[in-house]
């Protein structure tokens, strides 16, 4: 299984052949037509396939309409990508960027195409209880592994300010739903007051963080026993590791929750032999010895923030398709993800408890 299957580009989503085809032959990239197609996946920065004879890539752009400019910078992207590279097997290797607005009318860049099988939102074929078992351990095994990198031999300790991390994103994620609210939800700012007032100290050893840890980011291999790649670098910074484990806490959904989050799951998490939150931290606390508290209540802050940012991603993206700047049909009810999003977060602060 492919990375998806790329399909014809999404309306007004569509790139201009005859300036990405003169690009490729600037570049020396490939000879003979150029195809794209477009990988069906992902909410924030469009993904194409770009085929040229019997080359492939991956191209990656900021989404049409987007007024956050600082999630979708594609220089960064490829400055992180580039470094990472190097001591990473499993981040993609950068090809070559483009600043130039003539060409898309937006920055992009190229990076080699990782095949192999991504876990979508329905399992792939085969995925008998023992492949969903070896998946999760693959995808805690592969968070361990990335927050393990060495910061100074990849250069990039200087790429974020890890001090006050967790209070930046706070504050910051709240101001970006205030800027982006359409509808009266109290809910949301009501989690987002409680993550204010209970942060937790400082990591004592920050690491990079990919910041949008999912399953769905993740490639894997045929027997899905190893993660092969880590996609959609767009958010990576240094900070607090626990940042990145709520972010996949928040994007998991286990059988017991309570219906309207099951309706909305992100992946196949609950299928027979998947692991439930509780176990994907526990193997997480067990690898690194990081301590997540009794009966893991350290945990509690990690994910109520995981599902408070997703929740705030979804509205902006609702408040894109509010106004008419994209047209894509599955954002309409992105409103009802952003209070369900943050119920769950209000009912894992009300119990102190990892559900």
Request: hydrophobic share 45%.
């Amino acid at each position: 299984m492919s990375q998806g299957e790329p399909r014809p580009p999404r309306a007004g989503e569509e790139l201009d052949l005859a300036r990405l085809t003169r690009f490729f032959d600037e570049h020396q990239l490939g000879a003979g037509t150029v195809a794209v197609r477009q990988f069906p996946g992902g909410h924030s920065n469009l993904t194409y396939l770009v085929e040229r004879g019997a080359d492939a890539w991956v191209l990656r752009r900021p989404p049409v309409g987007s007024q956050v400019a600082r999630a979708h910078d594609m220089g960064r992207e490829v400055a992180i990508l580039s470094r990472l590279a190097t001591v990473l097997p499993r981040a993609p290797r950068p090809v070559v960027a483009c600043d130039d607005l003539a060409v898309l009318g937006a920055p992009f860049y190229l990076m080699e195409r990782r095949v192999g099988t991504i876990v979508r939102k329905e399992p792939p074929p085969g995925f008998t209880p023992a492949r969903a078992r070896r998946a999760c351990d693959a995808l805690i095994d592969a968070l361990v592994a990335l927050h393990a990198v060495d910061l100074e031999a990849t250069g990039l300790a200087a790429l974020g300010k890890p001090a006050g991390y967790v209070e930046r994103q706070v504050t910051g994620w709240t101001e970006r739903y205030v800027a982006a609210r359409t509808d009266e939800l109290p809910v949301v700012l009501e989690v987002a007051a409680w993550l204010a007032a209970n942060r937790p100290p400082d990591a004592a050893r920050p690491t990079l963080i990919h910041n949008d840890y999912k399953l769905d980011n993740l490639v894997y291999d045929e027997a899905l026993g190893e993660v092969t790649a880590i996609l959609d670098w767009e958010m990576a910074t240094i900070g607090d590791p626990r940042m990145d484990l709520g972010t996949a806490l928040g994007y998991w959904v286990d059988a017991t929750d309570p219906q309207p989050l099951q309706m909305m799951r992100f992946g196949p998490t609950f299928a027979p032999g998947m692991g439930t939150r509780r176990e994907l931290a526990t193997r997480y606390a067990e690898a690194t010895g990081l301590d997540l508290g009794p009966d893991l209540r350290g945990a509690v802050f990690f994910y109520a923030f995981g599902l408070f940012k997703t929740a705030v991603v979804a509205q902006q993206i609702y408040l894109r398709y509010q106004q008419g700047k994209t047209s894509d049909p599955r954002f309409a009810a992105f409103i009802h993800a952003v209070r369900v999003l943050a119920e769950q977060a209000r009912a894992a602060i009300q119990v102190d408890r990892l559900p």
